[in-house]
């Protein structure tokens, strides 16, 4: 044991010391990027900017297409004593999910469902954007604010079916973000699919990330005749928006996170406190706001848990392929995902604790939008895209300086960051949130939470 603590102290300080050879002496990052590139077909040409309405309408081909594989599936047994998700999807559950979903599960009831929300699209740098445009009701809000609210992976604007109602009408909705106080603003929301992802069409040219994301929905938003706006995200959503609050801050009022990383890259401090605050916490951390997990186990929990990206980071068409031919293939992989991103206990249970926060309607409705859109692959393109984006390592190390909002909940993929280090690469935050529950999918998992923190960061800036 003494030899490994050695070791990873050696390890330890030699990082330490390349970050801080890197970072000695240089000022804040800029991002640039171009203010324009083309993601479409063929020669570049300008923009379709017409704004039209769009009805969610699946093929009834398509859904027979679907029946007919998810008849013709091939299973395999799981190991004897494999009887939870610790090698992944249990198969034995799976049988479950696929049972449900040939015999109880009704997709044109959840298609009405989402279209009982007005659904848009409109091109941008040659791509067809889909978005969710939901207002409140006319005339009962003192104030009505934008709000850019982004998703991510392996989720879709679904995942805010739940908490849309609870930010364009909270007094409609019978909900108090403050108490016993009534709210006096409400929110008017804007929700684009990524494109690759939902009803987006997908790039046909490399190059899409999480950046050009962020310039394309910062033009959307100022298409729909918004100068200024506030954003929330968690996953890639997060990444979008920071994006989007460096390139253009002028237009970002605020920015409301529930996943957000300081990477080193962002300032040497952040290393030399993760290593010094594994062996001696008190050091390194204001009271109270250590890590549970040390540097070692952070560690090991990023190699368990971080396999899907190394593959859709490298090789997204290969994995894609497949999950694109297989409904209950594509199944497995995503919802794998909403058992431990929720709860990384869930994955001691033989059913994946799936069923804990979610229906299976729910799940296989998020599921639905991959297969029926045929974008699994496009939207793992975007994990290549992102780490190969030369601008990357700039947006990672960028200061964001309008103000802040971050809601830690607390089965986070990964841990929380505490507020001493997020602040190293949010420099105006002005909000920071223990939430008492929670995991990855906030907006689906745990709307009223998610929506009560937002309304209080935005009431402060107002106040």
Known sequence: MGKVFTLLVIVSVAIVAVFIGKRLGQPDEVLRVPEREWFGTGEERKDDTKIEPFTIAVPEETLKDLRRRLEQTRFFEPLEDAKNFQYG?????LREVHKYWLTSYDWRRQEATLNSFKHFKTEIEGVKVHFIHAKPPAGKYKRVLPLLLVHGWPGSVYEFYKILPLLTDPLGSKFKPFGTTDVDFAFEVIAPSIPGYGWSEAPKKTGFGPIAAGRVFSKLMVRLGFQQFYCQGGDWGSIITT?????????VLGL???????SP?????IIVKMVVGSFLPSLAYDAGEAPKMGFGATFLNVIKESGYMHLQATKPDTVGFSLNDSPLGLAAYILEKFSSWTHPAYKELPDGGLTRQYTLDELLTNVMIYWTSGNIASSQRFYKECFADPNYEALDRAPVKVPVGAAAFPHELMEPQPKSIIRYKYHNLTRYTIMPRGGHFAAFEEPKLLATDLF???NDLHN
């Open 89 to 93: 999807f249990n198969t034995n559950y």
């Open 243 to 251: 994006a989007t609050a460096i390139i253009h801050p002028e237009r």
């Open 256 to 262: 409301h996170l529930n996943m957000f990383m300081a």
């Open 265 to 269: 890259a962002s300032n040497p401090a």
């Open 456 to 458: 209080a960061f935005v």
